[in-house]
């Protein structure tokens, strides 16, 4: 199975600032999801983008796709204390529809 | 959160010792899986359940084993084999993306 790499590994910002992270893959996809993990928490769904979609947002989440080299990335607009957390991209490859995640991004934002 | 409940919160195992840790959703969703999830490190796949009575290995399956008799109730029990079963635990349905619920923290005493 393959699996998502995000980028950076931790990100470190003032709050209103915007965030931004990456998500490499290998290999061909159908869905590629982003989730948020509070500490100690399970995670939360944020957003899917399909294959043949290229950008998504909701509300202050951007995200983008590019199934040419192969990755994904994830802004986050207008910052708050409370988007502290780590962010996880899951792929899945083509034919399976299991998800696989990377290490995550662990961002804080500063008050 | 979300409609799937684990339980216990957090669970202490002794050497050797099987324990089981449960995972209940009312979500009305066929596919269930469980995650172990190590400090600084992703998610990975233990087994997943497309449907009630089958069950796939996933990648870290040996020292594990599931059940799916209910479509509700997808149980894992981290058996003796086991060596290294502290880590957090997570449990997952699955329609159009994913819920999880809010995890079980094992650790070995």
């Known amino acids: 199975s393959q699996q998502g790499e995000e980028d950076p590994q931790a990100l470190s910002i003032q709050e209103g600032e915007n965030a931004t992270m990456n998500c490499s893959y290998k290999?061909?996809?159908?869905?590629l999801q982003w989730y948020r993990q509070n500490s100690g928490r399970g995670l939360v769904h944020l957003i899917l983008?399909?294959?043949?979609?290229r950008e998504k947002h909701s509300g202050r989440l951007r995200v983008t796709l590019d199934t040419s080299k192969k990755s994904s990335s994830l802004l986050i607009t207008a910052s708050r204390a409370a988007d502290t957390a780590s962010y996880f991209c899951?792929?899945?490859?083509?034919?399976?529809?299991?998800?696989?995640f990377g290490r995550g991004t662990s961002l804080i934002v500063h008050p | 959160d979300g409609g799937i409940t684990q339980s216990p919160k957090y669970l202490f195992r002794k050497e050797g010792q099987n324990v089981t840790l449960s995972c209940e959703q009312n979500?009305?969703?066929?596919?269930m899986y469980w995650y172990r999830q190590d400090p600084g490190q992703g998610l990975r796949l233990i087994y997943y359940?497309?449907?009630?009575?089958?069950?796939q290995k996933g990648d870290i399956a040996e020292g594990y084993s599931v059940s799916r008799e209910k479509k509700e109730s997808f149980p894992l029990t981290v058996t003796s084999a086991q060596k290294n079963p502290t880590a957090f635990y997570l449990c997952?349905?699955?329609?159009?993306?994913?819920?999880f619920g809010s995890g079980t923290r094992l650790t070995v005493v």
């Open positions: 899951a792929t899945d490859g083509t034919g399976s529809y299991i998800p696989t």
């Open positions: 290999t061909s996809i159908n869905n």
């Open positions: 983008i399909r294959s043949n979609e």
């Open positions: 979500l009305n969703h066929d596919a």
């Open positions: 359940s497309q449907i009630v009575n089958d069950f």
């Open positions: 997952a349905t699955e329609a159009y993306g994913y819920t």
